[in-house]
């Protein structure tokens, strides 16, 4: 599954963007240095019933952002994305941006 998939799942079991999700854990401090994944993971867990990969997509973004790594974009493989900043708005929004 590439990473911009698991942030499609996260909308599909949330309700919610990834954006609006990223803005809650701001809203709670989480973007904070000193707090651990583990804080951001439980509380996904807790209050959205994610798992622990797809709360650990949502981790990266609000602890690093939008970009990922070069080695994840492009090519054949299943865990390939197509761009190096993943599409935080929601799935129809992105479809209107093609």
């Given at each position: ?51 622990r990969?797809h ?44």
């Amino acid at each position: 599954m590439s990473f911009q998939a698991y942030l499609d799942a996260v909308e599909d079991k949330t309700g919610k963007t990834p954006r609006q999700l990223v803005d809650e854990a701001v809203a709670r401090g989480y973007d904070a240095p000193a707090v651990k994944a583990t804080t951001i993971v439980e509380w996904l867990r807790d209050d959205y019933g994610l798992g622990r990969g797809h709360a650990m997509a949502i981790v990266h973004v609000v602890k690093k952002g939008p970009k990922i790594p070069g080695k994840h974009v492009g090519g054949t493989g299943t865990h390939r994305d197509a761009s190096d900043t993943l599409w935080l708005d929601g799935k129809a929004a992105r479809g209107s941006q093609a």
